[in-house]
């Protein structure tokens, strides 16, 4: 029969995997070491001492072997870089979310208003990683998009250094703290390579997360070169924000305690403010009711709070939600009015932009507290801070918003009647949170759209404070120079008093694309700006400035439309009209064709063609090389880390079995295998004497199986079953499941597995224990595996799989 059990099967299995492993390493031990050559080298540094026959009548020379210091007086760096703010959030630029230590740093420092990004987060960190634009670092949006074109393979080139490469040459400490979302999806895996890892790309230490996100409660954690846990949990007060700030300055504390001469470069990024919003209740309590009016009201307010404080000119007007034409943009990032709200979405809505802020201020203490060691420990006076966001506010949480995001990149919809259930723990362990389009727009005011799209700047207009004690004498000044993200390197650089080299490893390097900000420094507000030109493009949305003017192709992303040889463009003079809300392109047709040409001049130089607006399921469908490629069978075995979803087995849309080799004592209890957590995921775990699975859909329900048998001392194959039989509503999987041991069947009935991936930040898939957050309310983090003893884990997926494209693609492309 088809589907029948083989206890068998498992022993057969992993005697093969044994065999394989047995003959590498013999193959490897074959080679005869006496038969290999010691090659000479030829980077050996001249030695210009004396070598006699006795060290006594000789002389050292240990230029070649001393490690470069950093220039008398060079400054330390600090820069704190948020996910998805827009400017119209914070304190300092007259947004309701209270910043205390950016208020700090501003009233100390500067606050510039037209500091722009790429619209989204890889690319815009790669510019700040290399000096580079972001095409050029093969950084054309995020790393899951990549395309095989030369602006577009997610990989770092060698000839873009990355500017830490650099100071880490020149003496200074390097320490990189939080989110990376630079290296490949299929290069986060415990076993591929660390090439484009950070400490293989001049930094010290790193301490964070890979991914574009992850879980704040429960995060997925890299500590230099290897996966871990975290250190507590969130019943002991454990949050990513504190546990990197106690990181980072531990890092400062161990080099100074040893090195206290050497400056350093903390790049300290929060999975703040990025999905999932994850705040701590007393915070969230702070913003009580302080979002009650709506994201159309607090539009209003916060625009005219930013000219009572300087941050926008007087007369800057501003248009409504839904600026761009229905034939033209994209129905996920739609804004429902308020007034077309009813009560409880607007309750719900409400509480979502209490969590965001809370979260945000939260994140702010903890920078604080960076902040507070420099100062008692003299370091904060010659500190370069810069504290930013590298993108607008985030718009994939859907007109609706979500209290687990996952459904929507799942493709199955949010209930509001479900969503009120989670109105008192929103922002808490139980949530995955997202709050809706409308208060990314509000965010982002006084701007079009927001995150995902560089042809306006709702998108790529950014909060920056920079902070100098002792080079920077203008305090609490605003600067309104037009800037970008790829302009922070070489305003380091200057301000560090060393040079990008023009060739690095023997690698000719490409030039630096940006301009220094040094010079607004000691400049008047509205000093003259220095930089020539930058140009935008993102998912198919582009525009160009140049000398204070702004075209902007009319174009959504991830539309699929193309034809952008039939893109209407604008014309704006942002100079004057900040918020890109008067069209000129009539008046000056001649600027128009000018800034086009300079648009694709611009394109040829960055490599950015070609473009693409391709749909999220086009996109996922590409097919990208891999060190591994897919299997039917997989076998894991037990004290190995947990493996990431993305190289992970995917059962998704197909059948799948489950097969466990165990011994079992007489009290057996644990988890035996398992994957996700309880937002989506699966486990196979023995409790009672009785094996259990459980498939958690979507955290909305644990599709639990129970043996109907006890277990006792003994060797068995254990394992569960999924027949599909169709296709859901939604994409999701129907069929039956059946749990087994050995080869008898002790429960069994219908079940549904979800159609795109078990969660957005990772709770990989591990044998013996429960990593993080777990799938089953059944059982206590980690649920490690006791009374027995675990021979291995073979799980199969033979066949072709159903796929729910648009859903797989939503979720990686929208959640980073």
Known sequence: MKNVFKPYLIPCILLLGLSLFQGCNSAGDSKDPSSSKAE?????????????????????????????????????????????????????????????????????????????????????????????????NGMAAITETADGFPGANGKVPASCVPFAQILQ??????????????????????????????????????????????????????????????????EEGYHLSKDLADQAITMLRNKNASNPSKPFYLWFNPGANHAPHHSPAEYTAKYKGKFDQGYDAYREWVVERMKSKGILPEDTDMVGFNPLPENIANPADYVRPW??????????????????????????????????????????????????????????????????????????????????????????????????????????????????????????????????????????????QYHHSVDIVPTLLEACGIEMPKEYNGVKQTPLSGKSMLYTFDAEPNGK?????????????????????????????????????????????????????????????EKLEALKKEWFNQAEINKVLPLDDRSAAEILTIERPAEEEPKDRYIYYPGTAPVPEGVAVNIRGRD??????????????????????????????????????????????????????????????????????????HGESLGQMKLYINDQVVAEGPMKTQPAKFTLSGDGLCVGYDSGDTVSKHYKSPGEFEGGTIGGVAVSVEGEPYRNLEAEARRMLMSH
């Open 339 to 480: 007034d077309q709200l009813n009560d409880d979405q607007k309750k719900l809505f409400a509480r979502m932009a209490e969590v965001y802020a809370g979260f945000s201020e939260y994140t702010d203490a903890q920078v604080g507290r960076i902040i507070d060691y420099l100062e008692e420990t003299g370091q904060l006076e010659n500190t370069i801070v810069l504290y930013a966001a590298d993108n607008g506010a985030s718009g994939e949480g859907s007109p609706d918003g979500s209290v687990n995001e996952n459904k929507f990149f799942n493709g199955y919809p949010d209930e509001l009647e479900e969503n009120l259930k989670y109105m008192d723990v929103l922002g808490g362990p139980d949530t995955y949170n997202h709050y809706p389009t409308g208060w990314a727009a509000a965010f982002s005011a006084p701007f079009k759209m927001f995150k995902r799209y560089s042809n306006y700047a709702g998108g790529t207009n950014d909060p920056l404070v920079i902070s100098w004690p002792k080079g920077i004498k203008a305090k609490g000044e605003i600067r309104h």
């Open 656 to 729: 799948y079995k489950i097969l466990a080799n165990v011994e079992l004592d007489k009290k057996p209890s644990g988890v035996i295998f398992a994957h996700g957590s309880r937002f989506g995921g699966h486990s196979l775990f023995i409790k009672n004497n009785k094996l259990y699975y459980t498939y958690n859909f979507l955290g909305i329900e644990e599709q639990t199986f129970i043996s109907n048998t006890t277990l006792k001392p003994g060797k068995y194959t254990l394992g569960m079953e999924f027949t599909r039989e169709k296709a859901g509503e």
């Open 169 to 234: 040459d020149n003496g200074w400490s390097t320490f990189w703290l939080g989110k990376n979302h630079n290296v490949s999806e299929t290069d986060i895996a415990p076993g591929a390579t660390r090439a484009h890892w950070p400490t293989q790309n001049g930094w010290d230490r790193f301490y964070g997360f890979l991914g574009g996100e992850t879980n704040n409660w429960y995060p997925d954690l890299v500590e230099d070169n290897h996966f871990i846990e975290a250190p507590t949990t969130p």
């Open 40 to 136: 000479s080298t030829t980077d050996t540094p001249e030695f210009k001492g004396k070598i006699a026959l006795d060290v006594r009548d000789s002389e050292p020379d240990w230029g070649p072997y001393t490690d470069k210091k950093a220039p008398e007086g060079a400054p330390n760096i600090l820069f704190v870089l948020y996910d998805d703010t827009g400017l119209g959030a914070w304190s300092p630029y007259g947004g309701a979310i209270n910043m205390p230590t950016m208020d700090r740093l501003a009233a100390n420092g500067l606050t510039y208003t037209q500091w722009h990004t790429t619209a989204l987060c890889s690319p815009t960190r790669s510019t700040i990683l290399t000096g580079r634009n972001h095409h050029l």
């Open 529 to 589: 700006t220095q930089k020539d030109v930058q140009y935008y493009a993102m998912l198919g949305t582009r525009g160009v400035w140049k000398d204070g003017w702004k075209a902007v192709a009319v174009h959504a992303p991830l539309t699929g439309k193309g034809n952008f040889d039939k893109d209407e463009w604008e014309l704006y003079h942002v100079d004057v009209d900040r918020s890109e809300t008067h069209n000129l392109a009539a008046e000056y047709p």
